[in-house]
């Protein structure tokens, strides 16, 4: 049995400029029960979104478990030139550093920039990061047909990955696992193409997969595309002045839509 101990080492949180969580320290052993108790607005849902990789911690670490020897054997299989991980344990560190020139890190604690910085002609762009991640609540149905609760798991695991994903981005996903993505494309038909073709080199069958847009269809040409291919659930932020030609689609052909009016656009 790995060991799946939750560790928070000196966390730190805030929604947009309202500090929540400061220094917060606190260990949760595998197969026991910890109750979260305080009065209401201390933190304590805050505390298990984090834990479940709902939202980023400002500041801190959160670590479930070490890299333990059933964890090394499997990582073995695969080449891999450099590891990091919370902790390791000592069969572990064994069987990782048969590898010659293999590089084992240990991840440390980070305090997180809130802003991001880009060189321009003459100076610099100084925005704020995009730390939103989207729940089940940022959800809205737009589609006659509603999504399976896996759909809706997959789409924000795949919502997930598109946000950290280079414009124009669409990634697809089934049983929360990527199949492919597309990425860093003028075009959002091209980025999807991109992605079908990956998948499909490497034998992924796409009946039943998700989509996840990071901006808005201009056209319902992506969600056709997608259709012809088994996807039969879509999250995209929705505000484009022809939403209503992709929702059209979607619904003639029995596939689900969520909007998150929520647009991350990665450049």
């Not at 595998?30 to 400002?58: C, E, M, R």
């Not at 999807?192 to 073709?197: D, V």
């Not at 269809?217 to 056709?224: N, R």
Request: charged share 25%.
């Amino acid at each position: 049995m790995p060991n799946l101990d939750i560790s928070l080492e000196n966390v730190y949180f805030a929604y947009d400029e309202k500090e929540v969580l400061k220094g917060i320290n606190l260990t949760i052993p595998q197969g026991k029960i910890t109750a979260f108790v305080g009065p209401s607005g201390s933190g304590k849902s805050t505390i298990a979104k984090l834990i479940a990789s709902f939202w980023d911690v400002t500041g801190g670490l959160i670590t479930i478990g070490v890299i333990d020897k059933e964890a090394a054997e499997e990582i073995n299989k695969i080449f891999f030139e450099v590891i990091i991980a919370p902790d390791y344990d000592v069969d572990a560190l064994e069987i990782l550093g048969q590898k010659k020139n293999r590089i084992i890190l240990v991840r440390k604690e980070a305090k997180l920039p809130k802003k991001q910085f880009r060189a321009l002609l003459n100076g610099v762009l100084v925005q704020d990061k995009d730390t939103n991640i989207e729940t089940v609540a940022d959800l809205k149905t737009v589609t006659d047909k509603a999504p399976t609760p896996e759909e809706v798991e997959d789409m924000l695991f795949a919502n997930k990955i598109v946000k950290n994903s280079k414009s124009n981005a669409i990634v697809l996903a089934k049983d929360k696992q990527l199949l492919a993505s597309g990425v860093g494309q003028t075009s959002r038909v091209d980025a999807l193409k991109q992605a079908i073709e990956k998948a499909k080199s490497f034998g992924f069958d796409l009946n039943g997969a998700v989509m996840a847009s990071d901006a808005f269809f201009p056209f319902p040409d992506c969600v056709e595309i997608a259709d012809k291919e088994g996807i039969t659930a879509v999250i995209q932020p929705g505000g484009s002045v022809k939403d209503d030609l992709s929702f059209a689609y979607c619904n003639e052909h029995g596939m689900a839509m969520v909007t998150t009016g929520i647009r991350h656009f990665k450049h």
